[in-house]
């Protein structure tokens, strides 16, 4: 059976909402027809992509100008990874960052049958022979065309040709003439500077007090912000998407601004009484004369040049409201009001107005974009959670249209049943979500087999892409929501996006965690610490917990230096070698060494098990960063070092010197082994065994690095001046000495990303290996699902001498 290895391996699953398919298998019966879809795909250049149903995937060709009506149109088509069978209902977008990255829309899309093989195996012959005859029966593209495999190119140049026929144009063909101003706006906007995240709130059970917050009342809307900048006005979801075609009204208003700004919202459909219309927002304007469109707004992010997410809450709100002054005719667009009065004069004139909740802010609290922080948080009256509409029962009695929706969310990556939601419905409601869910029908249990799923032999299933929202009384405590009522359709978020909503006290205590007998004391566990990615310092602290076993044997007896990032990686940092024995746990080992440089002692951290592991990293040192040698032998280095610094250079390069120095190592009998810098370079080690001093192990490095250089003057350099060697990849054998650091295996960096030193096996060091998709999310499951590339290490000791005798 043909599997989707490349396809998975090309993706990460837990940052785009693609389908993660296994291939299906056949069903070539009279009654199923063999799907096509053409989806225009806008990533970094625009093409479309052009898809058969064959052999349980999705064969795939991406055929730059689009497919063509026009016979004498040979448009050239270009094989890439197959796809999995559900990949055919797939639109939205593809976050930055990912293979892909790009919004996808469905050209056309139908079934198609053989204009000359017999069946599905005479039709995948003639797929291996490279020509493929077939007729379309879509909504655009219709009649018989051609696939025609080209010479050369591996076999991966096709030419997708048109029959000639009553569905055949007599001109030429663009298919960008049948495409929607407000998609191909959707792709434009999608490739420039995406807007910012919004900051969101954390669910509390009561209401914070005192003169350090503000109170607004909780919208019940689409979140939007809203971008005016000097060549145009966006109006972006919470999920990135462009809204600007459903609200112009907003539109014109924003371009009145005489400010380039970048302000945060809720927008609504409201009747005179203030109550919300919700599901009126999906359809946009025109807007029912009996309802009002408006945009709250309650924070602004940008003005002119400046970012404004460092000022206090305080004093953003009163840049808004003299912003909000240059605006003289304003009719949707209305600032957010702060509630006065106490606690409960508040929430007894939410409840007799039927408000969703309240919001809480602290007055100087700053904009963490993406952040869900407990500087804003909210209270509401009736609890409500957003869930994936996974499947629906068979109606009862005198139901129409379903019975009961079938809900889930995504828990660690892992679609998960939460509950069956049957109220809450009226005729239109079930008629209109019947409708929607029609579209999206799976013959695929969306959940893991062995979740039960409460009257499953009645469910119909669903892709997993539509969601709701539901009231719902309180979690059981197998994690299923009691007494769910559903409250609406959502289309502003994204399946991977849902979150279980439970109530959290409303203090932010710090934390501690105890292993053995040893307890560390775990502080600001909510600080950003990569802001850009939304990271925060306990998912740093969370992930060392996971990684030490696999760290801690090469950081045992070395001295560690730590590099501090107490405000993230966008803050100052320092060094640090010296600690106070006095001022740090008596449990944490310490040494003094001797520094020559400065003539005194210097008390290093010694890291041997996890506590201290995690007492470094609750330090804010984000990299663990240990030396060569350890505290009892620290001329005698465990390994030895080759440093690939790119410094520029083309990464596809740094992977050719690399294999060449393997190359030369092995023909000296020396095992070595690879891995990521976790920032732009690759890391060779040999392990050593203390066999030898610091001149003998850096001599021998650097004699690598000369013969490295030798075949690559091009593209390396080994003098040490930056400025003397730009653009090329620096040897660096110069990491061998006393007291000099590099980064662990396994260990985080302060980049972006979140990116981690990764040991690899050396046949993943090949053209196209990424550096950047090692990361504090990818190396969790990494380490779970492969053998540890360096399992041999400690049983691999080089021989420096003999090495050196085979080199001869």
């Known amino acids: 059976m043909v599997k989707l290895t490349t396809y998975n391996k090309k993706r990460d699953f837990e940052n785009t909402d693609e389908p993660k398919g296994a291939p299906s298998v056949s069903k070539r019966k009279s009654a199923h027809k063999l799907r096509f879809v053409v989806q225009r795909h806008h990533a970094s250049r625009l093409h479309y992509d052009f898809r058969l149903e064959l052999d349980g995937v999705l064969k795939s060709w991406a055929v730059p100008k689009g497919p ?3 016979p004498k ?41 053989f204009s000359e093989a017999k069946d599905e195996a005479e039709f995948l012959k003639n797929w291996r022979k490279g020509s493929l005859k077939f007729k379309l029966f879509g909504h655009i593209l219709r009649g018989e065309f051609a696939l025609v495999q080209m010479k050369g190119d591996e ?71 809203g971008v005016r900048s000097s060549q145009a006005v966006h109006l972006y979801s919470r999920s990135g998407k462009s809204m600007n075609h459903l609200f112009p009204s907003i539109v014109q208003e924003l371009a009145a601004l005489d400010k380039e700004v970048c302000v945060d919202g809720e927008l609504l459909i409201e009747d005179m009484e203030g109550r919300s219309h919700f599901q009126l927002i999906a359809s946009g304007e025109p807007v029912p004369s009996t309802l009002h469109l408006r945009y709250y707004v309650f924070d602004i992010l940008r003005l002119e040049n400046e970012v404004l997410n460092e000022y206090t809450l305080v004093q953003r709100k009163e840049l808004l409201r003299l ?42 609290s700053r904009y963490l974009e993406g952040i869900r922080n407990a500087q804003w948080v909210k209270y509401k009256l009736r609890h409500s959670q957003e869930a994936i509409i996974c499947g629906y029962t068979t109606p009862q009695g005198n139901r129409s249209h379903f019975g009961a929706l079938v809900l889930g969310m995504y828990k660690e ?23 929607r869910m029609k579209r999206i029908v799976s013959d695929k249990k969306p959940f893991p ?60 205590k710090d934390e501690s965690i105890t292993i053995g007998n040893k307890t560390v004391q775990l502080t600001n566990l909510d600080k950003v610490y990569w802001p850009q990615d939304n990271y925060i310092k306990g998912q740093m602290i969370a992930y060392y917990e996971e990684m030490a076993d696999h760290m801690l044997p090469y950081l045992k007896d070395k001295p560690i230096s730590l590099h501090r990032f107490p405000n993230g990686i966008d803050a100052d940092s320092f060094f640090q070698k010296d600690v106070d024995p006095d001022k740090i746990p008596d449990w944490v080992k310490t040494v003094p060494i001797h520094a020559e440089s400065t003539g005194k002692d210097i008390d290093y951290i010694i890291c041997n098990d996890k506590a201290t592991l995690l007492y470094i990293a609750n330090l804010g040192s984000i990299e663990i960063n240990p030396w060569l040698a350890t505290y ?17 250079a083309d990464f596809e390069e740094v992977i050719r010197v690399a294999k060449l120095a393997k190359e030369f190592l092995d023909k000296m009998g020396a095992s070595s082994f690879v891995k990521t810098s976790g920032s732009t370079g690759m890391h060779i080690y040999l392990y050593v065994a203390k066999k030898y001093d610091y001149d003998i192990v850096r001599d021998f490095i650097q004699l690598l690095a000369e013969m490295l250089h030798e075949r690559c003057l091009e593209t390396t350099s080994i003098v040490r001046d930056p400025k003397k060697r730009k653009g090329m990849i620096y040897l660096d054998f110069l990491q061998n000495r006393r007291g000099q650091t590099i980064a662990s295996p396994y260990s985080l960096r302060p980049k972006e990303g979140a990116t981690v030193s990764a040991p690899l096996d050396w046949s993943e060091v090949r053209p196209g290996l990424d550096i950047k998709s090692f990361t504090i999310k990818s190396m969790l499951k990494r380490v779970k699902e492969i053998k540890d590339p360096w399992a041999g290490i400690w049983s691999s000791p080089v021989d420096i001498k003999k090495s050196l005798k085979r080199l001869g």
């Open 68 to 70: 063509s009506l026009y």
């Open 73 to 113: 149109d040979k448009r050239l088509a270009m094989q890439v990874e197959d796809h999995p069978i559900d990949y055919a209902s797939f639109e939205g977008s593809i976050p930055k960052g990912n293979y892909g990255a790009g919004t996808v829309h469905i050209f056309d899309s139908g079934y198609y049958e």
């Open 155 to 225: 076999g991966k140049a096709w030419l997708l040709i048109k029959h000639q026929d009553r569905y055949a144009t007599d001109a030429p063909y663009n298919s960008e003439d049948c495409i929607a101003d407000s998609i191909k706006e959707a792709g434009i906007v999608f490739k420039e500077q995406p807007p910012p995240k919004p900051m969101l709130t954390k669910l509390v059970d009561k209401l914070p007090t005192g003169g350090d917050w503000v109170y607004e009342k909780k919208y019940d809307g689409f979140r939007i912000i």
């Open 323 to 364: 912003l909000l002054k240059r605006l003289k005719k304003i009719k949707f667009i209305k600032p957010v009001e702060e509630l006065q009065g106490d606690i409960d004069t508040l929430r007894q004139k939410a409840e007799q107005q039927n408000w969703e909740g309240i919001i809480a802010k602290e007055k100087e």
């Open 413 to 435: 990556g892992v679609l998960t049943y939460i509950g069956n939601c049957g109220t809450g419905f009226d005729e239109a409601l079930l008629e209109s979500t019947y409708k």
């Open 449 to 508: 087999k062995a979740i039960h799923v409460a009257k499953e032999k009645d469910v119909t299933w669903l892709s997993p892409e539509l969601i709701c929202e539901v009231y719902y009384s309180e979690w059981t405590s197998d994690k299923h929501l009691r007494h769910p009522v559903f409250k609406m359709l959502r289309t502003d978020k994204k399946p991977r996006e849902i979150e279980s909503e439970e109530l959290l006290p409303m203090e932010n």
């Open 632 to 648: 009892k032998n620290p001329e005698n280095p465990d390994f030895a070092v080759l440093d690939l610094d790119p410094n520029g």
